[in-house]
T-cell receptor
Framework: DAGVIQSPRHEVTEMGQEVTLRCKPI?????LFWYRQTMMRGLELLIY????????DSGMPEDRFSAKMPNASFSTLKIQPSEPRDSAVYFC????????????FGEGSWLTVV | QKEVEQNSGPLSVPEGAIASLNCTYS??????FFWYRQYSGKSPELIMF????GDKEDGRFTAQLNKASQYVSLLIRDSQPSDSATYLC??????????????FGKGTKLSVIP
């Protein structure tokens, strides 16, 4: 079974540009999570969805960040406008009800904003 | 604000020794506890989970949970150089959809010396 698929794997963009990160969760999983990892702050939960509905977005740093899940197999995390401090690895992860709360991570999107 | 604390390391152990990794958490109501391993440049992968007080063994890995002390540990027996990685402790929310929301520690970097 395919794992969580993220794109792009690497992105370098200029400050002020819009960045869109994409995620396809594991088929059958009804929870989707967006995490951000930096050396300073570790792995932080930004937002998570259950059955395509956002449940908790309290980790989204500011209004420049937005996330959507239009259907069970696709989600996006958008940063507009991007800033150098947004440089991090963004992980998408998924889980399923009854799966023992275990979450499975994608390979991550490495974002550098210059 | 839930907190999960880990010693950042690095923890260096000789090959064949036992590596002991520790984690404390702040939310007394947490129900599920996880250990993830993350190799440099890769995504976190699940090693073990534990729900009940006591020990849980899986091959060379043993997870230990003490809810009264709010303490989780991971023991790695017969440590191998391939175990060199950062180990992340994660704690779930209390109930319902929140139980799928994991809070991660910043990780302990383990180095196994041949």
């Amino acid at each position: 079974d395919a794992g969580v698929i993220q794109s792009p794997r690497h992105e370098v963009t200029e400050m002020g540009q819009e960045v869109t990160l994409r995620c396809k969760p594991i088929s059958g999983h009804d929870y989707l999570f967006w995490y951000r990892q930096t050396m300073m702050r570790g792995l932080e939960l930004l937002i998570y969805f259950n059955n395509n509905v956002p449940i908790d977005d309290s980790g989204m740093p500011e209004d420049r960040f937005s996330a959507k899940m239009p259907n069970a197999s696709f989600s996006t995390l958008k940063i507009q406008p991007s800033e150098p401090r947004d440089s991090a690895v963004y992980f998408c992860a998924s889980s399923r009800t009854g799966g023992g709360n275990t979450i499975y991570f994608g390979e991550g999107s490495w974002l550098t904003v210059v | 604000q839930k907190e999960v604390e880990q010693n950042s390391g690095p923890l260096s152990v000789p090959e064949g020794a036992i590596a002991s990794l520790n984690c404390t958490y702040s939310d007394r109501g947490s129900q599920s506890f996880f250990w993830y391993r993350q190799y440099s440049g890769k995504s976190p992968e699940l090693i073990m989970f534990i729900y009940s007080n006591g020990d849980k063994e899986d091959g060379r890995f043993t997870a230990q949970l003490n809810k009264a002390s709010q303490y989780v540990s991971l023991l790695i027996r017969d440590s191998q150089p391939s175990d060199s990685a950062t180990y992340l402790c994660a704690v779930s929310g209390v109930s319902g959809a929140g139980s799928y929301q994991l809070t991660f520690g910043k990780g302990t970097k383990l180095s196994v010396i041949p």
